[in-house]
Nanobody, 127 residues
């Protein structure tokens, strides 16, 4: 059974850090790409960062570039999202998903979710 399970969310003060984990089971990340997304109440879902295990492609949205770092551990079949310098605007439910990740001819990235999503983990940034 294919599953993605997020963990690591919680309450953190502004300026703090959290590391989210996305553990995959039922398939090997070696042949996939995984993305992190978030959705805040009343807002559209936002793509944050994606990583491709086949070719090592990594993508960051401008909103998190320089603050968030995505990484993967093939042995643990897990993807991480290290989040630093958190702001109340980062408060949302964070999800991981399998994605179609690549680059257009003009060099810009696409990272489109498909098929499998985790259940989400809540991140709240507040003093």
């Amino acid at each position: 059974q294919v599953q993605l399970v997020e963990s690591g969310g919680g309450l953190v003060q502004p300026g703090g850090s959290l590391r989210l984990s996305c553990a995959a089971s039922g398939f090997s990340l070696d042949y996939y790409a995984i993305g992190w997304f978030r959705q805040a109440p009343g807002k559209e879902r936002e793509g944050l960062s994606c990583i491709g295990f086949v070719d090592g492609t990594i993508y960051y949205a401008d909103s998190v570039k320089g603050r968030f770092t995505i990484s993967g551990d093939n042995d643990k079949n897990t993807v991480y999202l290290q989040m630093n310098s958190l702001d109340p605007e980062d408060t949302a439910v964070y999800y991981c998903a399998t994605v179609d990740l690549g680059r257009y001819y003009n060099g810009s990235y696409y990272c489109n979710p498909y098929d499998f999503w985790g259940q989400g983990t809540q991140v709240t940034v507040s003093s």
